[in-house]
């Protein structure tokens, strides 16, 4: 009898893709967003079963039914929400939540504050494309003020949020901003971010190049960010402050244990959980 032990077999980014066939406009940044989320899957060897893709409303928040992971699609800005619970409840499962500018800083925006606070063990990544896509064109938090165009003419006037400021502010525990246009960086980049511990937030520019074409320049645009990742938060602060909205790379990479801890973490069954609060 022969009782030679087979190594698993080595799973490759297109065993992540679903069979869906994404229903983005040609050339839309996402597209490349998830390749980079199907490679730096393969680059951490997690079997589909074990990872969870969560997301909320919007064309970027349709990633989880790209992918062959476990997904939910959840309800416009509460992505957070439902990944928090189900990270608490099932901390053996990767978990990777996908929002817009819209849906992420707008709606959800409370939900981004205190995610970075509570620093649960999630990978928050955000497509950025400072636009409403799915709604037809609206400013979103992140749109220039001077924006001009049909549904704000001369622009909103209003200053942009600036994520990484308020993701460093608030507590994430990794800070970081990625270009979609260049997918083997963006993949790496968010391998990084899984392995972290605690919440890791991701920006990644991914152009809509239907309401807003002139994005296309974004690839001449991004440049690697002049300064190494940092722990100390008041030197990413000072650096962010001057941030020009392309500088891509990890910007800051803490070091605060994530929760909950190992000693904490719920160790009860679903059927335990439901026993006890039966009515
Ligand atoms: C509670 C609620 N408010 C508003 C909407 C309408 N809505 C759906 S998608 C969307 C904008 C999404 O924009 P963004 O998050 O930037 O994602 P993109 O489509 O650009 O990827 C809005 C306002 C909704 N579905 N639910
Ligand atoms: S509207 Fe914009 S964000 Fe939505 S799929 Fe088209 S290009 Fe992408």
Request: charged share 15%.
């Given at each position: 009898?022969?009782?030679?032990?087979?190594?698993?077999?080595?799973?490759?980014?297109?065993?992540?893709?679903?069979?869906?066939?994404?229903?983005?406009?040609?050339?839309?940044?996402d597209y490349t967003?998830?390749?980079?989320?199907t490679?730096a899957?393969?680059?951490?060897?997690?079997?589909?079963?074990?990872?969870?893709?969560v997301?909320?409303?919007?064309?970027?928040?349709?990633?989880?039914?790209?992918t062959?992971?476990?997904?939910?699609h959840?309800?416009?800005g509460?992505?957070l929400?439902?990944?928090?619970?189900?990270?608490?409840?099932?901390?053996?499962?990767?978990?990777?939540?996908?929002?817009?500018?819209?849906?992420?800083?707008?709606?959800?925006?409370?939900?981004?504050?205190?995610?970075?606070?509570r620093?649960?063990?999630?990978?928050?990544?955000?497509?950025?494309?400072?636009?409403y896509?799915?709604t037809?064109?609206?400013?979103?938090?992140?749109?220039?003020?001077?924006?001009?165009n049909?549904?704000?003419?001369?622009g909103?006037g209003?200053?942009?949020?600036?994520?990484?400021v308020?993701?460093?502010?608030?507590?994430?525990?990794?800070?970081?901003?990625a270009?979609?246009?260049?997918?083997?960086?963006?993949?790496?980049?968010?391998?990084?971010?899984?392995?972290?511990?605690?919440?890791?937030?991701?920006?990644?520019?991914?152009?809509c190049?239907?309401?807003r074409?002139?994005?296309?320049d974004?690839?001449?645009?991004?440049?690697?960010?002049?300064?190494?990742?940092?722990?100390?938060?008041?030197?990413?602060?000072?650096?962010?402050?001057?941030?020009?909205?392309?500088?891509?790379?990890?910007?800051?990479?803490g070091?605060r244990?994530?929760?909950?801890?190992?000693?904490?973490?719920?160790?009860?069954?679903v059927?335990?959980?439901?026993?006890?609060?039966?009515?």
């Open positions: 009898m022969n009782n030679m032990v087979l190594p698993p077999p080595v799973l490759t980014a297109a065993q992540y893709k679903s069979g869906y066939k994404p229903i983005w406009c040609p050339g839309c940044g967003v998830l390749a980079g989320v490679k899957l393969a680059q951490l060897q997690r079997p589909p079963h074990e990872v969870a893709v997301s909320g409303i919007g064309c970027s928040s349709r990633i989880p039914a790209y062959s992971c476990y997904g939910f959840g309800v416009h509460r992505s929400a439902a990944a928090t619970g189900l990270k608490v409840a099932r901390p053996d499962l990767t978990v990777l939540v996908a929002s817009g500018d819209g849906d992420g800083y707008s709606i959800g925006g409370n939900h981004f504050m205190h995610a970075c606070r620093n649960v063990d999630l990978t928050y990544i955000v497509m950025d494309n400072h636009v896509g799915m037809k064109g609206q400013a979103s938090p992140t749109t220039e003020p001077d924006w001009d049909k549904l704000s003419p001369g909103t209003i200053r942009s949020f600036h994520p990484l308020i993701a460093l502010a608030a507590g994430a525990n990794f800070v970081a901003r270009f979609s246009g260049d997918q083997n960086g963006t993949a790496d980049m968010i391998a990084q971010a899984i392995r972290h511990p605690g919440f890791s937030f991701v920006e990644i520019l991914s152009p190049v239907t309401f074409p002139e994005q296309r974004w690839k001449n645009q991004v440049h690697p960010a002049p300064v190494d990742a940092t722990d100390d938060p008041a030197r990413a602060a000072r650096w962010l402050m001057t941030d020009d909205g392309f500088n891509v790379g990890v910007l800051y990479a070091s244990p994530a929760y909950p801890g190992g000693a904490t973490a719920p160790k009860k069954t059927d335990e959980l439901e026993a006890e609060f039966a009515l």
